[in-house]
């Protein structure tokens, strides 16, 4: 990955890059106002003819005022052009409104991140999320989940299964591969993955291990379903290393949850995982790897939502590089056998075997 190697601009375009920094802050809460309020929905549906700034106060009912300020901003912030009095909508101004991926990034940042983010110098230095505190009283996110405002619970799964729903179906063809009867998912959530195997497979049987909160939710998911008996449940805190995890599976599966741990507990739950598994068991493991990253702006979101890790999440976990990650699996005592990256938008699966 050369991304990081050089720094190619200009003093010029540097310094202007840091004034960009410097009111980021500032640039997102108006690229959300400007969405929210609708002006960006107005000035798109005049297209390429654009619409006059009396138009879009009068297609608003906002004030006068209130539309100039906003307006004069998207043009800084490149949401929005200006050409004889028309007003059109950039390219970037069109994500903003219609990309899927955009837009679960920035309601998970307004929603989850963005107040708390005011401490994340504090969890920097006391490896504790500091900022989870505006969302509420637990020890880590997770186990409020279930416990969010319907607006915040809605933005940190959209987020959360942007990333995972397009990986799921590539990855069957190597979890199935040796027709597995019985898969742990470890960390199931919502239990998309149970569901989505137990329609693949006619013979498959999954058990979820989660915390109270999320395996409840799996559960009324997964109730509807007509093979919903093929679905079994653990309540286990998989921290405490006291408890040990149910033997008898052939697959241990995990997608985007060991990097909600430290490098420590990382090893601890992949050992218990060690200990569950016979000879010719498998730990399947779907995690999204900032160094392994086609193009550059994946990169850079891998690398901003390890802050929310840091901060909200737990304080203690990101998204990994693969080097270090593996170093990982290597110390629980397994051999990572096959590494298949460029999974969906920005997944890896790593195959470990004892």
């Known amino acids: 990955m050369d991304y990081f190697k050089s720094d190619n601009k200009t003093a010029l375009e540097a310094k202007i890059y840091a004034q960009q920094i410097a009111f980021a802050p500032i640039v997102f809460q108006a690229t959300k106002s400007l969405r929210n309020l609708g002006i960006l929905s107005i000035i798109k549906a005049e297209g390429r003819d654009g619409i006059s700034f009396e138009e879009i106060v009068k297609k608003s009912n906002l004030s006068i005022y209130g539309v100039r300020v906003l307006v004069e901003a998207g043009l800084g912030i490149k949401l929005i052009t200006l050409n004889d ?3 059109k909508l950039t390219l970037a101004g069109y994500y903003i409104l219609t990309d899927e991926m955009t837009i679960a990034n920035l309601d998970f940042v307004h929603d989850i991140c963005y107040k708390g983010m005011f401490d994340l110098e504090k969890s920097i230095a006391t490896g504790k999320p500091t900022g989870l505190k505006e969302l509420g009283e637990w020890n880590t996110v997770y186990e409020g989940l279930s416990s969010l405002t319907e607006q915040q619970k809605e933005s940190w799964f959209k987020f959360d299964h942007f990333y995972s729903d397009y990986s799921f179906d590539a990855v069957f063809e190597h979890v199935f591969k040796n027709n597995p009867k019985r898969i742990l998912d470890i960390g199931g959530n919502t239990g998309k993955w149970a569901l989505k195997c137990i329609n693949y497979s006619e013979t498959i049987h999954v058990s979820i291990v989660d915390l109270p909160g999320q395996l409840k939710m799996a559960q009324e998911n ?22 040990k995890l149910p033997k008898g599976y052939d697959v241990i599966w995990m997608s985007q949850f060991l990097d909600c741990f430290s490098e420590d507990e990382i090893v601890s739950i992949l050992k218990r995982c060690y200990e569950a598994l016979d000879e010719n068991g498998k730990v399947v493991i779907l995690e999204h790897f900032w160094d392994r990253q086609k193009f550059e702006v994946s990169a850079f979101c891998l690398q901003m939502t390890s802050l929310y890790f840091t901060n909200i999440a737990n304080g203690n976990s990101q998204m990994y ?18 590494q298949v990256d460029g999974i969906g938008i920005s997944s890896s699966l790593l195959i470990c075997k004892k």
């Open 85 to 87: 009095d028309k007003y």
């Open 222 to 243: 997964i109730k509807k379903d007509k093979n919903a008996e093929r679905v079994s449940f653990y309540e286990m805190n998989i921290l405490e290393e006291s408890n």
């Open 321 to 338: 590089h693969s080097e270090l990650f593996k170093k990982l699996v290597k110390k629980a005592g397994f051999n990572t056998i096959e």
